[in-house]
């Protein structure tokens, strides 16, 4: 492109105001505006009116490359030369824009018309003697851009730069732990933070709770004779005569004894038999009778030398009869388990009455009051019974504080602590009772605390002291000044970015600088 001419390329859909910008930068020179080959841009006359209005401030002449017919159109009624390629705009001789043909109203000529006044404002008339020599029209106009440049320059220098402050403030863990009095004395009605005494009242509530257990006694109802049959074999030649009650027993350990229950007769003849019903005898009764086949081999009495005896079959039924009943130790061990029930109930009937600051010390939870006819159990030792329940009535005691009251004299001790200008972020306080202790009268208890404090940013004093002042001593106060974390230095972001590089200054105006904080 020849020397002089600037190209500027067209985007799709860009307006006016973007080209007048973009014209900024061409002051004085020859400016082809090229339209996009794809689309088109600024089709209404009034967009090219507001470029050509721009170009002849700037004392820069315009030519357009389009095929754009409502472009071509509109050019061609602003006397702006148009052409379908960029070459053919640097063959060609380019127009000059449209200048002003219209008057103020101020200058109209009045009723009767004179020719010579006429002439110093007609559109395309200039009277030689008004008109200057060139030098000084260029002078002039030089100065009126010189002026209005300053003015844009000053105003630009006010208003344009901004600056975001991005910082960490100090953040610190505090911690406290007191060790707190309680004393339920009615007559102590005042917190005593000082000395870290709280004021507390003593509660009574009437419980009743029924509890039951398994019995662990046992009580015995006799043992179950086991029974049988059993196969007498003759051993003579003879019949012989069984008679009910015959002795048999095992020969292996201990003799378990078993009697027939009936008379029988054995046939005559080696080897004849017959088979006879038994039980067991007394101290074999119960679940010992209970013996397998085979067992049973050995006749007592006059007998034993004339017959044989076996068991073919297992003797049954045997067994030994005890129930569950209750016991002394019963009776206790419900007793234990009954005073704990009873201060868990009334721990709970508590909370409902106590205020929403108030808490219970549970320590300090006793029977003060129990009656004997309070006391019911559904059964005395030795009754027999699989589970034993009882019901019981008491009077429970306790002392309730007020935990906002304990949790000012934590606070007070560890608001002591926070370094100057600096606060506690209220959502990161907590509380924490320990132990309790007994001293006399007294109750003691530990109550501990914990928060974080953070640096108080002065967003108006900072913006108000920094304001014109160069980047780096703005760094320097941020550092030096402002409670900020450690390990950690303040961002400082100047917009536009040549006004950093310029003139490496913040703003002017406070209300430029923004501050940000970050964790």
């Known amino acids: ?9 067209i985007e799709a859909n860009e307006d006016a105001n973007s080209v007048r910008d973009r014209l900024a930068f061409h002051r004085g020179k020859r400016v082809l505006l090229v339209w996009p080959e794809e689309g088109t841009a600024l089709t209404r006359k009034l967009d090219l009116v507001l470029i050509q209005r721009e170009a002849m401030r700037r004392a820069i002449r315009l030519a357009i490359v389009t095929h754009d017919p409502q472009v071509i159109h509109h050019a061609k009624e602003l006397n702006i030369s148009t ?18 043909v219209f008057t103020s109203r101020f200058d109209r000529p009045g009723e009767e018309i004179d020719r010579e006044a006429l002439e110093g404002i007609a559109s395309r008339t200039r009277s030689r003697r008004r008109m200057l020599p060139p030098f000084q029209v260029l002078l002039i106009r030089l100065g009126i851009i010189a002026i209005i440049a300053l003015i844009i320059g000053a105003i630009s220098y006010v208003l344009v730069p901004s600056a975001t402050i991005r910082l960490t403030p100090a953040r610190q863990i505090i911690e406290a732990s007191v060790q707190i009095t309680v004393n339920p004395d009615p007559a102590f009605t005042d917190i005593d933070v000082e000395n870290a ?3 507390a009242s003593r509660i009574r509530v009437e419980v009743e709770q029924t509890a039951t257990i398994p019995t662990t006694g046992q009580q015995n109802l006799g043992s179950v004779q086991a029974l049988g049959e059993v196969l007498f074999i003759n051993q003579t030649g003879g019949t012989v005569e069984i008679p009910a009650g015959t002795t048999v027993s095992t020969s292996a350990g201990t003799p378990i004894l078993f009697r027939t229950t009936v008379d029988a007769t054995l046939p005559g003849g080696v080897g004849q038999e017959v088979e006879v019903p038994i039980e067991a005898m007394g101290a074999s009764a119960g679940e010992v009778g209970n013996v397998e086949a085979n067992m049973i081999n050995t006749v007592i009495g006059p007998l034993e030398e004339q017959v044989d005896v076996i068991n073919i079959n297992p003797t049954h039924n045997g067994e030994s009869r005890t129930v569950q009943a209750v016991s002394t130790a019963d009776h206790q061990v419900l007793e234990l388990q009954m005073s704990q029930l009873l201060q868990e109930r009334a721990y709970e009937a508590l909370q409902n009455e106590i205020g929403a600051n108030q808490y219970v010390i549970l320590e300090t939870l006793q029977i003060v009051e129990e009656r004997p006819e309070w006391t019911i159990f559904s059964a005395q030792p030795g009754e027999i019974a699989d589970t034993l329940t009882l019901t019981k009535r008491a009077i429970v005691e306790a002392v309730v504080v007020d935990t906002q009251l304990g949790q000012q004299i934590v606070f007070a001790q560890m608001a002591n602590q926070i370094p100057r200008g600096r606060s506690f972020l209220p959502e990161t306080i907590t509380y924490q009772r320990g132990d309790v202790s007994f001293a006399g009268e007294l109750i003691l208890f530990t109550m501990s605390g914990r928060g974080e404090v953070i640096g108080q940013i002065r967003t108006e004093q900072i913006q108000s002291d920094i304001a014109g002042m160069s980047y780096d001593d703005a760094m320097s106060y941020l550092i030096e000044r402002v409670d900020i974390a450690e390990d950690t230095t303040p961002e400082i972001i100047i917009s536009p970015a040549w006004f950093k590089e310029w003139f490496n200054q913040m703003p002017i105006l406070p209300n430029r600088i923004q501050i940000e904080e970050v964790p």
């Open 1 to 9: 492109m020849p020397e002089g001419r600037e190209l500027i390329q």
């Open 197 to 199: 005494i709280l004021p």
């Open 83 to 100: 052409f379908e390629t960029i070459g053919a705009s640097e063959r060609a001789r380019w127009k000059r824009g449209r200048s002003k």
